[in-house]
């Protein structure tokens, strides 16, 4: 009787801390429930299938492809040919992609798996995420966000995502990628939301317009470089990796070329301001292409102080960056003095 009033006292506790924020585990537990039935050859009932899907954070998942309503029965599929022993012969024949990929590692490390979701319900991971994602700002950035839902979910995409006052976190990638007991995706995610959406102009003028995607690109390697600067530097990759290392190498390897690249489209238009821009080439990965090695440089030579003091400014972060790359001992490509004073010019059309 003790231990049940103790339970009740921790659970009102718990309900009354966590008013403003809450970890959801159904979807990653549902999909371990349903993968149990898969494992004895049976089918769940279609009601079970579409009580899964229909899940909060399932929904934000599918919202996410182009087909969400149809990807579902993709998903489905790929399931039942991983988990059921009359279907999994068929692996054989099947190209492996990305998310068949992910279904395979959460077949074949369950148990770490639900480790790393046990950590994740005793509580307390999100100070520590809050706690991550402060380093990375300024102190009237270092707010709560009212409400904030973080949903855990199965392998049902690869990325893990911000969106207004919820994330979604691929319970698989945290544990697969990251220390044990950590929680650096999650605090990346955060780090969106607390910095604050872009800045958004409902009427333009015709030079704003000419120019607004400079201050897209600029936002975008801003927002993914300083957030990458928080779990990609602890990001754990086997040597036998075949998928996930050849990526990231090669994401830091085409950043140089492709401010390069940038340098010499900003020159053009500087030159000729009548020709559209086609600045949305020259980055990848949403703005982690080259952000991240963009804001690894900026922090290595002292630099990530003045760019906090400056991170509501996209147009800051290019101009802090090279002058970091030019005292970098690995000399990374850098922007040219014309590139850059078009640059400035650009960036009084966007008080």
């Known amino acids: ?45 279609p009601q079970v299938w579409q009580a899964f899907f229909e899940q909060t954070g399932n929904q934000l998942v599918l919202k996410g492809y182009r087909r969400g309503e149809s990807f579902r029965d ?31 590692y959460t077949h074949d490390h369950e148990a770490a798996i639900k480790e790393h979701l046990a950590f994740v319900k005793e509580g307390g991971l999100l100070d520590s995420m809050y706690g991550l994602a402060y380093r990375y ?10 409400n904030l839902v973080v949903y855990y979910i199965g392998p ?45 102009y409902k009427s333009m003028t015709a030079d704003q317009a000419r120019y607004a995607g400079i201050t897209i690109v ?27 290392r050849p990526l990231m190498e090669k994401s830091l390897q085409e950043s140089d070329s492709m401010i390069v690249k940038l340098n010499t489209e900003l020159e053009r238009l500087a030159t000729a301001p009548n020709k559209p821009a086609q600045l949305r080439s020259f980055m990848s990965r949403g703005g982690h292409t080259p952000g991240q090695h963009m804001a690894l440089v900026i ?13 509501r400014n996209p147009f800051a972060f290019l101009y802090i960056y090279n002058k970091a790359a030019q005292i970098d001992a690995q000399k990374p490509a850098r922007f040219s003095p014309a590139a850059i004073a078009f640059l400035q010019r650009v960036e009084k059309l966007f008080p």
């Open 74 to 104: 993709t998903l489905k599929s790929l399931i039942q040919l991983v988990y059921m022993p009359s279907k999994r012969g068929q692996l054989q024949n099947t190209q492996v992609n990305f998310i068949l990929e992910n279904i395979l």
């Open 1 to 45: 009787m003790k231990h049940r009033f103790l339970c009740l006292f921790i659970s009102s506790l718990l309900a009354s801390t966590t008013a403003l924020a809450q970890v959801n585990t159904t979807s990653i537990e549902s999909y371990f429930e349903i993968v149990e039935t898969l494992k004895q050859d049976k089918d769940p009932a």
């Open 156 to 200: 049902l995409a690869l990325d893990s995502r911000a969106l207004n006052d919820t994330l979604y976190i691929n319970t698989t990638m945290e544990a697969r990628f990251f220390p044990k007991r950590t929680v650096y995706i999650g605090a990346h995610e955060l780090h969106h939301i607390l910095l604050g959406s872009e800045t958004s």
């Open 218 to 244: 600029a936002n975008s390697l801003l927002r993914e470089g300083v957030a990458d600067l928080i779990d990609k530097k602890h990001f754990q990759l086997s040597a036998n990796d075949t998928i996930y």
């Open 137 to 146: 700002l300024p102190a009237d950035r270092q707010k709560k966000v009212k």
């Open 299 to 311: 922090e290595r030579n002292g630099y990530l102080p003045e760019l906090l003091n400056n991170i």
